[in-house]
């Protein structure tokens, strides 16, 4: 895409990408990444997923969004990491920076005279501060369930009913996924009040979402950027204004039609050291 007809944005928040699991949607993100223009770009967690990284999986659509990334940074735009639970690891280098890219576990930033405050959202998990092995066993098991989905899609297209998102649905559906998803909120809400920001920007639940939240104590506006597993969404800002956008193939047919002529992707065969070293390199070349 000519960098010409590229969106203008002044920032843009994705977060929860899982890159090195099947439900990751990285040919769509790169698409998405290429049709863009930010000035600033936050990471908020769960980028590359450390947790089930593999090896036997590794495709080089999920490297290409990396190094994309990458090219971001040499050309001097501002990016920011900031760790999740799923790239936990990452939080040993806290405060790391090199030239216009830093890794943090959390940010606050003034935009347009107004404080937003942003950070991935795990910390508030009970589940990740308690029993951080039933995390890990569920997040498996949601890899799973995206396999599952991904033979479900494919019959159902086949039989004209669209795509499903059966980790979606069961969310949509189960009252203690609803409560722990308002609880999530309300408790970033106050906590957000309490400390005089006017948003709070989180990822982590995979729901995303713009809404004022009010309390005794004040008002905030919370956002969540949703993922790259079920929904394909990131928040961008610009104008003033916030906006989901939510990816829509449409937007993309000459693209995708390029991409569908080898439905088979190339799979890395490396260790994690060596593809991580590799991608050291390369921002060190490019910087």
Known sequence: MNSSKKRKLDLVVISDIHLGTYGCHAKELLEYLKSINPNTIILNGDIIDIWQFSKRYWPKSHMKVIKYIIGWISKGKKIYYITGNHDEMLRK??????????????????????????????????????????????????????????GVNYFSILFGKGKLSLSKKIKDSVKSAIKFINNFEEIVAKIGIDNKFDYVVCGHIHQPMIKKIETNEGKIQYLNSGDWVENLTTLEYHNKQWKIYKYDDSHFQNEIKKETKNKEEDIIDKSSKEIFGQLVNDFNFKR
């Open 93 to 150: 280098f806290v405060d790391f920076k090199l030239g216009t890219f830093s890794i943090k576990n959390k940010v606050v930033l003034e935009l347009d005279g107004k404080k937003a405050w942003f950070f991935h959202g795990d910390v508030f998990d009970v589940t990740m501060k308690h029993s951080k092995w039933l995390a890990k066993l569920g997040a498996i098991g949601y890899d799973m369930l995206i396999l599952l989905n991904r």
